[in-house]
């Protein structure tokens, strides 16, 4: 909770610095964009299950389909996909981001489409209950704009870091987009530091949360590459989206003219800006300029395979 400075300005500046912060709290925007968003993706899944049609394209090397019952919609065999979900060439099919599509292919709309697409109902359900948790309070506190600003360009940038080092698997999920409104709400608490009580324990509550979600990312199959690309564009965009007036403000607006006014914002807050949003531009400009030359990351960085998946005596990071 934020904590106010109101010994000057009075009862009128009191007033209207209570009216400014409750209209700014969790009840200023109503949530609706997340939830249309988690519709959404659940729309896809079922149409994606849909094409895929498990009685008719499974061709039984691998088993049986899954819940039979479901018709067209039961799931390809566990020992194929253990998520009970669709194929890959049924994921492939219908916008999975595969590299080579991507850049001989001339299909940069997988850079996006595959941000909608999930691989079984315990990823879609992991991703949208976080979505939910995450997405619908910043959404109640910043408006729905910056939010799905927020979440399109993180998964698109988790999409470009992705394909950049993972160039023989298919990638879909909106974790990358999910790890984007993780670095917003880092940046947003680190540019609106002074207006917060209780700032340490909050940035290590949310530091802690941030680094298991990434660790989480070193196991095989997890594409953490989009993770890590859609944490930082989320992050440096944060900087630049949600930025909050200082205390301070509001009630200087109704001091006497005469009276020394605060600025809105604070010098490091603009800093900070203008050089997220540089970085931002260079960001997408070199990955984009990289991924279309056909360049592969793991050429230019010896060790990041690392970040994805770390192999161990249990498995292999080239399966």
Partial sequence: MASADLERGGAKARRANDNFYVNNSDHEWTSWLIPIFVVANVAVFIVVMYVNNCPKNNLGFEGG?????????????????P?????SSTLDKLGGLEWYKVVHGHQAWRLVSC??????VIHLLANMLSLVFIGIRLEQQFGFVRVGI????????????????????????????LFGLLGAMLSELITNWSIYSNKVAALFTLVVIIAINLAVGILPHVDNFAHIGGFLAGLLLGFVLLLRPQFGWVESQYLPADARVRSKHKSYQYVLVVVSL????VGFTVGLVMLFKGEN????????????CVP????KCDN
């Fill in 278 to 281: 540089i970085l931002l531009i």
């Fill in 65 to 81: 389909c899954v819940a039979k019952f479901l018709g067209r919609l039961s799931f390809q065999p566990l020992k194929e996909n």
């Fill in 297 to 308: 990351g793991n050429d230019h960085c010896s060790w990041c395979h690392y970040l994805s």
């Fill in 83 to 87: 998520l009970f979900g669709p194929s």
């Fill in 150 to 177: 927020l979440y399109m360009l993180s998964g698109f940038g988790g999409s470009i870091l992705s394909s950049l080092f993972i160039q023989k698997n298919i990638s879909v999920g909106a974790s990358g987009a």
């Fill in 312 to 315: 161990t005596s249990k498995w």
């Fill in 115 to 120: 941000i909608w697409l999930h691989a079984g």
